[in-house]
């Protein structure tokens, strides 16, 4: 018997949104962790709001909001917010009720202000990252270190010259017209008006030049977790510089093996890491000069595993930047970049700390 194809809505539901989440869904293993991680950061919640006024947003809600607009690219918080109004997933994993209004984007973005302008993105990450090691999941043996180029939320024509006018008032002020053919352009005489902390680079010959930041990763080899991530301007030393300031936190005295590419193949570089307790598992980088990488480390088979295994942190970045929306960045200024680049890495070590976890079940 044909059904009937009526239009009227019920008036009343008796199914909850926890109720109407599978219970396999991804995101309730997920959502279990954070659940934890949100309970341990309290304290440092409770340091970024007053004792009087009226009740904000809830920052457990927020993260947990912000979380979920990294998992599923979510482009803009008015989009975030419109997700939130009729996807009850959504709803379930922010711990909003069926019935609960959702707030206004501009509130949400006030809110979010908070968080931002705090440490909450590195507490976050490091609670993820106890995580892990109270699983097991997590070595402190062999590590990666390597470098992407985030691209900033600034153009070219924002590129100008220190202390310049403005352009020709009769030009459309909104997109004017610039003409810089022949024009010698650099980061110590020129700055973009829109983001001064962005600067001009390019990582390999060939490459165009952009207004980008340099994103950087450790990354422990056993099980692919990122257990350090930051945010620099760019230039020809911050990537080794980095990596060298990402070892002085690792925890522990004991030797461990660290794998890099061709870039790091330095003899400051090699010789840093060894004064450090690390062994340079660098890729050799013979063209046109002696490598910094000799027999010493080449002729132990450990060396040809931490080749292998370094390419993995490829996968993290590439993540980033097709999930995590970070291949260019939304916001301005090395702090902010840099919050939602760590926030962002710990996402990732969430989802792969749930396919493993689940992968061992």
Same mark, same amino acid.
């Given at each position: 018997?044909?059904?009937?194809?009526?239009?009227?809505?019920?008036?009343?539901?008796?199914?909850?949104?926890?109720?109407?989440?599978?219970?396999? $869904?991804?995101?309730?293993?997920?959502?279990?962790?954070?659940? +934890?991680?949100?309970?341990?950061?309290?304290?440092?919640?409770?340091?970024?709001?007053?004792?009087?006024?009226?009740?904000?947003?809830?920052?457990?809600?927020?993260?947990?909001?912000?979380?979920?607009?990294?998992?599923?690219?979510?482009?803009?918080?008015?989009?975030?917010?419109?997700?939130?109004?009729? =996807?009850?997933?959504?709803?379930?994993?922010?711990?909003?009720?069926?019935?609960?209004?959702?707030?206004?984007?501009?509130?949400?973005?006030? @809110?979010?202000?908070?968080?931002?302008?705090?440490?909450?993105?590195? /507490?976050?990450?490091?609670?993820?990252?106890?995580? *892990? %090691? !109270?699983? $097991? /999941?997590?070595?402190?043996? #062999?590590?990666?270190?390597?470098?992407?180029?985030?691209?900033?939320?600034?153009?070219?024509? !924002?590129?100008?010259?220190?202390?310049?006018?403005?352009? =020709?008032?009769?030009?459309?002020?909104?997109?004017?017209?610039?003409?810089?053919?022949?024009?010698?352009?650099? &980061?110590?005489?020129?700055?973009?008006?829109?983001?001064?902390?962005?600067?001009?680079?390019?990582?390999?010959?060939?490459?165009?030049?952009?207004?980008?930041?340099?994103?950087?990763?450790?990354?422990?080899?056993? =099980?692919?977790?990122?257990?350090?991530?930051?945010?620099?301007? *760019?230039?020809?030393?911050?990537?080794?510089?980095?990596?060298?300031?990402?070892?002085?936190?690792?925890?522990?005295? *004991?030797?461990?093996?660290?794998? +890099?590419?061709?870039?790091?193949?330095?003899?400051?570089?090699?010789?840093?890491? %060894?004064?450090?307790?690390?062994?340079?598992?660098? +890729?050799?980088? @013979?063209? &046109?000069?002696?490598?910094?990488?000799?027999?010493?480390?080449?002729? $132990?088979?450990?060396?040809?595993? !931490?080749?292998?295994?370094?390419?993995?942190?490829?996968?993290?970045?590439?993540?980033?930047?097709?999930?995590?929306?970070?291949?260019?960045?939304? #916001?301005?200024?090395?702090?902010?970049?840099?919050?939602?680049?760590?926030?962002?890495?710990? +996402?990732?070590?969430?989802?792969?700390?749930?396919?493993?976890?689940?992968? !061992? *079940?």
């Amino acid at each position: 018997m044909r059904g009937t194809d009526e239009k009227q809505d019920l008036m009343f539901s008796y199914i909850s949104a926890e109720k109407r989440v599978p219970k396999d $869904h991804p995101l309730r293993a997920i959502r279990t962790m954070v659940d +934890a991680i949100l309970m341990e950061m309290s304290p440092a919640f409770e340091t970024l709001y007053s004792k009087a006024g009226r009740p904000s947003i809830a920052p457990e809600k927020l993260l947990r909001a912000l979380l979920l607009q990294v998992l599923y690219t979510v482009r803009s918080e008015r989009l975030l917010m419109e997700q939130l109004d009729y =996807n009850l997933l959504f709803r379930w994993f922010v711990g909003l009720s069926m019935d609960d209004k959702v707030w206004d984007a501009t509130v949400f973005s006030k @809110n979010r202000e908070r968080l931002l302008d705090g440490d909450i993105a590195r /507490i976050f990450f490091e609670q993820v990252l106890s995580l *892990a %090691r !109270s699983q $097991h /999941i997590l070595s402190n043996e #062999h590590f990666t270190v390597d470098g992407t180029l985030i691209e900033a939320w600034a153009g070219h024509k !924002s590129f100008k010259k220190k202390g310049s006018k403005s352009s =020709n008032s009769s030009d459309d002020p909104g997109n004017p017209t610039v003409d810089f053919r022949g024009e010698k352009r650099s &980061n110590e005489t020129h700055e973009s008006t829109t983001d001064p902390d962005a600067k001009l680079y390019k990582k390999a010959a060939g490459q165009e030049s952009k207004l980008c930041y340099l994103g950087h990763l450790l990354m422990e080899n056993r =099980n692919g977790l990122a257990v350090n991530a930051c945010i620099t301007k *760019a230039s020809g030393r911050a990537e080794r510089q980095a990596a060298i300031d990402m070892l002085e936190e690792l925890p522990g005295k *004991a030797r461990v093996t660290l794998a +890099a590419d061709k870039g790091y193949d330095t003899n400051e570089f090699v010789e840093k890491t %060894r004064s450090l307790n690390v062994t340079p598992h660098v +890729a050799q980088n @013979n063209t &046109n000069r002696t490598s910094a990488i000799d027999n010493r480390t080449t002729r $132990h088979s450990g060396y040809a595993v !931490s080749q292998r295994k370094r390419k993995r942190v490829e996968e993290i970045f590439g993540w980033l930047k097709t999930v995590g929306f970070l291949r260019k960045t939304r #916001h301005r200024g090395v702090d902010r970049v840099g919050w939602m680049f760590t926030f962002g890495v710990a +996402a990732y070590n969430l989802i792969r700390m749930r396919n493993m976890l689940e992968a !061992s *079940a």
